[in-house]
């Protein structure tokens, strides 16, 4: 079981498969660098996509697929726990007593909930609602006092926090911990669209893994700044999404190039993208390697996964007694 040394983190994400560009850099790379400084618990919820996907056909790959990213990507299972929600079914269990203490006036007032309601207005399942109660159960389960989340998340991590303070309350106990956010600036990552965010869904998206040639296939579909019609025209680097990734992957020599050179039409956007796409290959380069590796031993993955869930349970099968002895149930 790892120890507690400054606290201990716990941050959950949908099993959705391959990631890409956006999901690095507006989570995966900290959770990576979360790791020097916390005992970090990583759970891919796959629980929780229920309450929304259509179909579970993939599930397994797309939980899987994502396990293989995080670890090419440095999450590293000998300190951290990573794991899949489902196999810790003491989750369901806190979420039951949570579910208690939860006034579902409160529920149903969220902003994430309503948005939930518009965007699947013919599947308003009661998991929908109780959602933030399992993903409170999710935290308080682990008694981590840091979760890493954007402000759009602040909402659920206050709700965490009183669902937690009304269980100790109504139980005369202190024994589950109100967690703190670790408000974290996940840039927003726009797609190769150049208006809405990088999604898989909206197919605007750059995978992590992708071939070399793929990635070029993709930087040169992006759309740059719309006022630069043609090659002499200048452009404008700031309202291109083009310069943002630039900005990420390329060397400040470069980015201060392509800053000035856009602005008088000294390179073309072709030139600049290719550019972008010989440095996105590279920096991704390490990273596809040791997924590659990984993934001619899958059998390794699941091991580490159930490895993990190991870990996870016996931090939950504690809690879940200590829960239960304040509650007054027998253990
Ligand atoms: S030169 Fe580069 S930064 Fe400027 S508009 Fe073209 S792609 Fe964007």
């Known amino acids: 079981m790892i120890t507690t040394r400054k606290g201990r983190v716990f941050s959950g994400a949908r099993p959705t498969g391959r990631q890409h560009l956006g999901n690095y850099l507006g989570a995966i790379k900290n959770y990576v660098a979360l790791q020097d400084e916390f005992d970090c618990v990583y759970c891919i919820v796959d629980i929780h996509a229920l309450t929304t996907v259509e179909t579970t056909e993939n599930l397994t790959q797309n939980i899987y697929e994502m396990a293989l990213d995080f670890l090419a990507a440095g999450i590293k299972p000998q300190e951290s726990i990573v794991f899949i929600q489902s196999q810790v079914p003491e989750v369901t269990e806190l979420h039951t007593f949570f579910s208690m203490v939860t006034p579902l006036g409160k529920l149903t007032d969220l902003p ?8 699947h207005p013919n599947n308003i399942n009661y998991g929908l609602v109780g959602y933030p109660v399992l993903m409170a159960a999710d935290i308080a389960l682990y008694k981590a006092d840091t979760v890493p989340v954007g402000v759009d998340q602040a909402p659920h991590i206050e709700f965490t926090r009183e669902v937690v303070r009304s269980f100790n309350y109504r139980y005369h106990t202190n024994v589950l911990v109100e967690p703190q956010m670790k408000a974290t600036e996940y840039p927003k990552v726009i797609g ?4 809405q965010k990088m999604s898989k869904s909206l197919d605007n998206h750059i995978e992590l893994a992708a071939t070399p040639e793929e990635t070029n296939q993709r930087v040169m579909q992006m759309v740059t700044d719309p006022q630069r019609m043609r090659r002499s025209d200048p452009g404008n680097p700031e309202i291109c999404n083009v310069y943002s990734l630039h900005k990420v992957f390329s060397d400040p020599s470069e980015v201060s190039m392509v800053n000035t050179e856009c602005r008088k039409a000294g390179i073309g956007c072709v030139q600049c993208k290719q550019l972008l796409a010989k440095n996105l290959n590279q920096n991704l ?5 040791r997924r590659s590796e990984l993934a001619q031993k899958p059998d390794q993955v699941w091991d580490i996964l159930r490895d993990g869930k190991d870990k996870a349970r016996a931090i939950a099968g504690q809690t879940i007694n200590e829960v239960k002895q304040a509650i007054g149930l027998p253990i």
């Open 285 to 289: 380069e390490a990273f596809r390697q």
């Open 112 to 119: 994430t909930f309503k948005e939930k309601v518009r965007m």
């Open 192 to 195: 190769i669209d150049g208006q």
